[in-house]
């Protein structure tokens, strides 16, 4: 079916740039576009009327924080940070069950698409559980977003250092073992839903952040996903606490310390990279990790 929008503006990219026409039209079927521009004088099959709007190409957004949970630990919450989860999870009250999960999936991805994403890169925040995702909470993103038309790219989150709840302030807690568990969840994960929903859906691998990760759980995921031929990321350098602990453990910046263990290639997305060489919060004044990201 061919349909034409009407817009007050509508964004372009012509000749190498964006440009606004206003009072522009732009023409699609199926999931072509055969025409953007000021007017379209061929028969259409429908007219949609965004004159008083503006219409351009969908967002992407590539860190997305889609689990409902976090807006709410957040609100309810009487000191600063998050509250923090519970070794048997899902605990009510700190982590949704399956049916506040959907809830908080459908409104998250609504918003979205309302305000004009059309393809999500979906994280959920680990802060609140102990070494990853319930099974079930990536499932029901991934199965939310797909049935309302997002295209969309999910995980099943990882790492290897948790939190002992029953330590009141919790404690830091390493097991490599359930790390690897993790990772393996999450391979599974890939080989059921990559591709589905006709390809809008994709996956990836993410351990959860760089410091919450053994060097051989990094180099292992890291190998999977080229394996798998899919993407990796990491939240990575987001605080001057991150680096200081990977330099105490390592002796080395977090750009070192990714390259050492072969994360580092063109399949690699590091999501933050806040605290590297040059910052003033760093120990690495003249490094060139912006030359080593940019080589890898």
Same mark, same amino acid.
């Given at each position: 079916?061919?349909?034409?929008?009407?817009?007050?503006?509508?964004?372009?990219?012509?000749?190498?740039?964006?440009?606004?026409?206003?009072?522009?039209?732009?023409?699609?079927?199926?999931?072509?576009?055969?025409?953007?521009?000021?007017?379209?004088?061929?028969?259409?099959?429908?007219?949609?009327?965004?004159?008083?709007?503006l219409?351009?190409?969908?967002?992407?957004?590539?860190?997305?924080?889609?689990?409902?949970?976090?807006?709410?630990?957040?609100?309810?919450?009487?000191?600063?940070?998050?509250?923090?989860?519970?070794?048997?999870?899902p605990?009510p009250?700190?982590?949704?069950?399956?049916?506040?999960?959907?809830?908080?999936?459908?409104?998250?991805?609504?918003?979205?698409?309302?305000?004009?994403?059309?393809?999500?890169?979906?994280?959920?925040? #680990?802060?609140?559980?102990?070494?990853?995702?319930?099974?079930?909470?990536?499932e029901?993103?991934?199965?939310?977003a797909?049935?309302?038309?997002?295209?969309?790219?999910?995980?099943?989150?990882?790492?290897?250092?948790?939190?002992?709840?029953?330590?009141?302030?919790?404690?830091?807690?390493?097991?490599?073992?359930?790390?690897?568990?993790?990772?393996?969840?999450?391979?599974?994960?890939?080989?059921?839903?990559?591709?589905?929903?006709?390809?809008?859906?994709?996956?990836?691998?993410?351990?959860?952040?760089?410091?919450?990760?053994?060097?051989?759980?990094?180099?292992?995921?890291?190998?999977?996903?080229?394996?798998?031929?899919?993407?990796i990321?990491?939240?990575?350098a987001?605080?001057?606490?991150?680096?200081?602990?990977?330099?105490?453990?390592s002796?080395?910046?977090?750009?070192?310390?990714?390259?050492?263990?072969?994360?580092?290639?063109?399949?690699?997305?590091?999501?933050?990279?806040?605290?590297?060489? #040059?910052?003033?919060?760093?120990?690495?004044?003249?490094?060139?990790?912006?030359?080593?990201?940019?080589?890898?």
């Amino acid at each position: 079916m061919k349909t034409k929008v009407k817009g007050r503006w509508v964004v372009a990219f012509k000749e190498g740039r964006h440009i606004i026409i206003e009072d522009g039209q732009l023409v699609y079927e199926d999931d072509e576009i055969l025409f953007v521009g000021s007017h379209y004088d061929a028969p259409v099959d429908r007219v949609i009327d965004a004159s008083d709007q503006l219409v351009g190409p969908g967002f992407v957004n590539y860190h997305s924080v889609t689990n409902m949970d976090v807006q709410v630990l957040r609100i309810d919450a009487d000191k600063p940070g998050f509250p923090t989860g519970h070794p048997n999870q899902p605990h009510p009250g700190y982590i949704f069950d399956e049916e506040h999960t959907r809830s908080g999936a459908a409104h998250a991805f609504l918003t979205m698409l309302k305000t004009g994403s059309t393809t999500v890169g979906a994280i959920t925040t #680990g802060l609140t559980k102990q070494f990853e995702d319930p099974t079930y909470e990536p499932e029901i993103m991934l199965q939310t977003a797909g049935d309302m038309g997002l295209r969309g790219y999910f995980a099943h989150h990882f790492w290897a250092r948790g939190l002992d709840f029953r330590q009141d302030p919790p404690r830091r807690i390493w097991d490599e073992e359930r790390g690897f568990q993790g990772l393996e969840r999450a391979v599974d994960f890939i080989g059921r839903y990559q591709g589905a929903y006709g390809g809008r859906i994709g996956t990836y691998l993410f351990p959860y952040t760089v410091d919450s990760c053994t060097p051989d759980l990094l180099r292992e995921a890291a190998r999977r996903a080229r394996d798998l031929g899919v993407t990796i990321r990491t939240h990575f350098a987001q605080s001057a606490r991150e680096v200081q602990d990977i330099h105490e453990r390592s002796g080395l910046s977090p750009v070192e310390y990714l390259d050492s263990v072969d994360f580092l290639s063109s399949n690699t997305t590091v999501t933050h990279a806040l605290h590297i060489a #040059g910052h003033m919060d760093t120990p690495y004044p003249d490094g060139r990790e912006l030359d080593t990201l940019a080589a890898r």
